[in-house]
């Protein structure tokens, strides 16, 4: 699904590209949309080419992949950490500027759109866990415009990343196992009877 299915929405462009990766608008790919363009604009960046821009989540939900799209933070740069302790806090830290910010999301969500009755009686219904399928859906639409329609700073508390400047990306070469042949990044292996062994092999007794 892209973001041509949510055509009759009033999204922001800039959405658009985090949709079509994710596959779908969600409330959660929202969170992660406010927290990127937010980031930003006050470390005036663009998106990453390479590691200039570096995230750290503290979750695995769908927010990450709009760091992803919009910060230019990807697991195969290594320049996006996930410490997933189920928190719902990023830090997105800019080399250049030689600073970051930590964005913690409020406790309460309110909805203060145009529909609090539906919405309300919507929310009722996913939490006892008799909505439909579509009316799951319809709440999502609903907390995912409310959500755009918020300063970003009710939505989180953000503060200076109190953080070292983040490492760069591990670069080393991969050697053969010893023990099943499989090539393993060198920093990553166990010695052991002065061979080199890939982390699973060498847990075996």
């Known amino acids: 699904m892209n973001h041509t299915h949510y055509a009759h929405l009033p999204l922001p462009a800039s959405l658009n590209p985090c949709i079509d990766f994710h596959g779908h608008l969600c409330p959660g790919l929202v969170y992660g949309y406010l927290v990127a363009m937010e980031s930003l604009r006050r470390l005036k960046e663009i998106r990453s080419d390479d590691e200039e821009l570096v995230a750290i989540s503290e979750n695995d939900a769908c927010s990450v992949d709009a ?18 302790i189920g928190k719902n806090v990023y830090t997105v830290y800019s080399r250049k500027a030689g600073k970051g910010f930590r964005f913690s999301r409020k406790n309460t969500y309110v909805y203060s759109g145009e529909t609090p009755e539906l919405f309300d ?7 006892l866990g008799t909505a439909t399928v579509a009316e799951q859906k319809q709440q999502k639409i609903l907390k995912t415009l409310d959500l755009l329609t918020k300063p970003v700073d009710e939505v989180f508390a953000i503060t200076d990343a109190a953080i070292p400047e983040p490492a760069f990306a591990e670069l080393a070469p991969s050697v053969a196992c010893a023990a099943c042949g499989e090539l393993t990044m060198k920093t990553k292996m166990v010695t052991r009877d002065d061979s080199l062994l890939c982390q699973p092999c060498a847990s075996v007794e």
């Open 121 to 127: 009686d919507l929310e009722k219904k996913v939490t």
């Open 67 to 84: 760091l992803q799209v919009l910060l230019g933070t990807t697991a195969g740069k290594g320049n996006l950490t996930i410490q997933n």
